[in-house]
């Protein structure tokens, strides 16, 4: 059960941004004890995927910044973010961490079950962020960009981090992120309601 949490965690952290993940865990299992990976995923630890991860991750980091580029790499990571949850899904139920010693056969890499899942997990956040941030940039009149893409950055991270050391609590953590992108949707939507009312109102 706990592997499963983990996946489920790097999946919803996919959704947010698909290389943090992926490079997340491609260098915790390339330089410390707190991942083990499956032999068929070994190659994630590969000096030149790490680079190219690495690349993706600086381009992704850097445009999602700027209003309407963020919208365009949403549009764009519509089908790389759900392909990175899926990975990491798999990834996480079939490998050793800090907290599964003994991950279940139940969900293996090798299924496409997992994958599937991980796909489906990484969906909502990736939903939830894509409808967001047009929102966001109109009411903030583009400044919360760069805000609310950082806030989304570091929350990728932890999670990614928590996922291996303690699922239990990154599940918590992943909640929360979803509860405060659904709260930040209806907060802009009810701010962009009252602009537009302010503005059809009548000259005294």
Known sequence: MVEVIAGVVLAIAAGLNAYIPLLGVALLARFTPLITLPENWTWLELDWVMWVLGGLL?????????????????????????ASGGM??????SSETAAVTDPQAMLTSEGLWPFLIGIGVALIPHVLKAIVRPVVNVVTGGAGAAVTSAAEDIGAVALTVLAL??????LVGAVIVLILLVRRL??????????RAGRSLPAA
Not at 186 to 195: D, F, G, K, P
């Open 88 to 93: 990491v899904f798999s990834i996480g139920v």
């Open 58 to 82: 600086a381009l992704e980091v850097l445009v999602d910044k700027f209003p309407v580029l963020d919208t365009v790499n949403d549009v764009l990571q519509t089908l790389v973010r759900p």
């Open 186 to 195: 209806r907060r802009a939507i009810r701010r962009r309601r009252e602009a």
């Open 165 to 170: 050391v303690a699922p239990v609590a990154a």
